[in-house]
């Protein structure tokens, strides 16, 4: 079993800047891949950022590269999601999700594991 729990959350102005954090715990093998994704109110979950925990391989959405960076806090069992410039399209309901292998890693169907979710609201 895996727990993981989503902080940071909030709202900003256009521009401006949040770090989210997932807290991981449970076994370790099945949350080697940590998975941040968003849902905005009547649209599809998606993808934005991904980390392999065992190597640091890292992969993101075509949307946020370049805004926001992926990290992990291995001795926090943490992974952040640093994110600048945030546009009002960002707003969005943000989840981290865990499974083991990093394959399809965009695809929120293949994460065994996920957050309860934190609220980001971008105003223009």
């Known amino acids: 079993q895996v727990q993981l729990v989503e902080s940071g959350g909030g709202s900003v102005q256009a521009g401006g800047s949040l770090r989210l954090s997932c807290a991981a715990s449970g076994d370790k093998d099945s949350r080697s891949t940590i998975g941040w994704f968003r849902q905005a109110p009547g649209k599809e979950r998606e993808g934005v950022a991904t980390?392999?925990?065992?190597?640091?391989?890292?992969y993101y959405a075509e949307s946020v590269r370049g805004r926001f960076t992926i990290s992990q806090d291995i001795a926090a069992n943490t992974v952040y999601l640093q994110m600048h410039s945030l546009k009002p399209e960002d707003t969005a309901m943000y989840y981290c999700a865990a499974k083991r292998w990093f394959r399809l890693v965009q695809s929120p169907s293949t994460y065994d594991y996920w957050g309860q979710g934190t609220q980001v609201t971008v105003s223009s």
């Open positions: 980390i392999y925990t065992d190597r640091g391989t890292t």
